[in-house]
């Protein structure tokens, strides 16, 4: 049904691409800090907008995808107006936007959808990956031969082809000319010990090298084995920091975990990864010795090839 009070508020215009992910979360804050403002507990809202308290929760906490007229609704009872109402309306609009991840559902993983989600409307990637190759960066020859690894101990939880076809979405979307400035370091360990099939990652070192060379925004770095790390602890796990076109969107550190990746948007706990980051990145190799350190490698994985042929 139209309603004439919808027509006299501002019209909601979309500046730049965002991440749904990240909106959601930014809506959940916003909605529970009106809340509060108003005086009112999540109980006594979830009864007048006739939902359950859980309802209320879930959309306070981002764990789910929002109604627009729910949140018109919410906005209401709250008395919200101005352009107040039209910020969070806009904010809640694109918090429920579906992005092309959406349509591969469970079928490219859980971990890598959450990522796809952020990515999209990411400005700077920086990521610190201690014991895997990145996934924008993968061959898709890599990424079969981690798939067989990962059958072989029984915990593949996606379906490889639409994985990796989703996969290639996602690094046609970060290395696109107009995408985010991208940078991983990488650990050493990673293109010495790693199980993959000699040739495989021979051609994978080589990606690398070639992809940092045609896109200027893209840069690896690789962190010696043999290096001290000064003034932090070590980390526990990879991590990824992001950055977004719009400048309210505050900045995220995801930290990927064995069985799950924690979300951090609080300024104290991104500082801190971001301290960390900038000591990894003050030990590790320059941009120019990390390339050559790659292609040494995938040359000496070519020569060993070579000499153990009949």
Request: proline share 6%; aromatic share 6%; hydrophobic share 40%.
């Amino acid at each position: 049904m139209f309603d004439p009070c919808l027509s006299a508020r501002p019209a909601i215009r979309r500046t730049t691409v965002t991440s749904p992910f990240v909106r959601r979360r930014r809506l959940a804050e916003e909605l529970r800090a009106l809340r509060e403002a108003k005086g009112m507990t999540a109980e006594a809202l979830s009864q007048l907008i006739y939902h359950s308290r859980t309802k209320v929760s879930r959309l306070e906490n981002a764990h789910i995808r929002p109604d627009l007229a729910e949140v018109m609704k919410i906005l209401d009872i709250l008395d919200v107006t101005g352009e107040k109402w039209n910020e969070v309306v806009r904010i809640a609009r694109d918090a429920a936007e579906r992005g092309w991840w959406d349509s591969y559902g469970d079928a490219m993983g859980a971990r890598q959808r959450l990522y796809a989600d952020v990515e999209s409307g990411a400005s700077t990637i920086r990521e610190y990956n201690p014991t895997a190759m990145p996934g924008i960066l993968q061959t898709p020859e890599f990424t079969w031969a981690l798939v067989e690894l990962t059958r072989a101990e029984g915990q593949l939880d996606y379906v490889p082809e639409r994985a990796i076809e989703a996969r290639l979405h996602r690094q046609r979307a970060v290395l696109d000319p107009h995408g985010p400035h991208y940078e991983v370091i990488l650990d050493e360990v990673v293109i010495r010990r790693l199980g993959v099939p000699p040739q495989v990652l021979r051609v994978q070192l080589r990606h690398l090298v070639a992809t940092v060379e045609a896109h200027p925004r893209v840069r690896v770095l690789v962190l010696p084995m043999d290096t001290r790390i000064e003034g932090t602890l070590l980390p526990a796990a990879g991590f990824t920091l992001f950055t977004f076109r719009d400048l309210a969107d505050p900045p995220m550190a995801l930290v990927n975990t064995v069985n799950t990746d924690l979300v951090h948007t609080e300024s104290d706990d991104v500082a801190r990864y971001t301290r960390r980051y900038d000591h990894l990145r003050h030990a590790a190799l320059s941009p120019i010795k990390s390339l050559a350190l790659l292609a040494e490698t995938a040359d000496k994985i070519a020569e060993n090839q070579a000499g153990a042929r009949p």
